[in-house]
């Protein structure tokens, strides 16, 4: 299996634009991730979906960030519009609880630096 | 509150000279404990999972061991290419959270 995929591995923007990040979990896994890390507060969870349905946004930051799971093998993060204090990496791990897969895999990330 | 305590911050060792790192956490029921290597520039490449106290994982010079309050990973007579920040994260039971801690910078000099 390829791992988890995500795109770009990195972006660089001006802020006010819109910014998608993607992610392909791994084959089979139906639980999907999306954190975010910066060297002040580590790894902070952003939003999680289980079967493409999302449980709990609640660490989203605001209404700027939202994301989408259209199906089992992609989902975006998008930030619209940008700002500097979003610079950090972003991301996304896959799992499959239930088939008895509780280990989170992640992706490789997307490097965001918002200017 | 659930939580996740990792020490020390950062680790400076001699090549060969073997360690241990601490997970430190409080959680109301624990579904699992997990390791993770994370190199710079990338993202957490996952080592154990440990379910139960008394459980021990080894995997070349790692060993991960877990207790009911605490987890540690041992390294064996540690190389360069050790170097890494070591992450812990714990899976409360009754939900689908995982709480990390804030991670071990290890650097193994020659």
């Known amino acids: 299996d390829a791992g988890v995929i995500q795109s770009p591995r990195h972006e660089v923007t001006e802020m006010g634009q819109e910014v998608t990040l993607r992610c392909k979990p791994i084959?089979?896994?139906?639980?999907l991730f999306w954190y975010r890390q910066t060297m002040m507060r580590g790894l902070e969870l952003l939003i999680y979906?289980?079967?493409?349905?999302?449980?709990?946004d609640s660490g989203m930051p605001e209404d700027r960030f939202s994301a989408k799971m259209p199906n089992a093998s992609f989902s975006t993060l998008k930030i619209q519009p940008s700002e500097p204090r979003d610079s950090a990496v972003y991301f996304c791990?896959?799992?499959?609880?239930?088939?008895?897969?509780?280990?989170?895999?992640f992706g490789p990330g997307t490097r965001l630096l918002v200017l | 509150e659930d939580q996740v305590t990792q020490s020390p911050e950062a680790l400076r060792l001699q090549e060969g000279e073997s360690s241990s790192l601490n997970c430190s956490y409080t959680v109301s029921g624990l579904r699992g404990l997990f390791w993770y290597r994370q190199d710079p520039g990338k993202g957490p490449e996952f080592l154990f999972t440990l379910y139960s106290a008394g459980e021990e994982k080894e995997k070349e010079r790692l060993k991960a061991t877990l207790t009911k309050k605490e987890s540690f990973l041992h390294i064996t007579a540690p190389k360069p290419e050790d170097s890494a920040t070591y992450l812990c994260a714990v899976h409360p039971r009754g939900t689908y959270k995982y709480i990390f801690g804030t991670g071990t910078r290890l650097k193994v000099l020659a």
């Open positions: 979906f289980n079967n493409n349905v999302p449980i709990d």
């Open positions: 791990a896959s799992s499959a609880p239930r088939a008895g897969e509780e280990t989170q895999y």
């Open positions: 084959s089979g896994h139906n639980s």
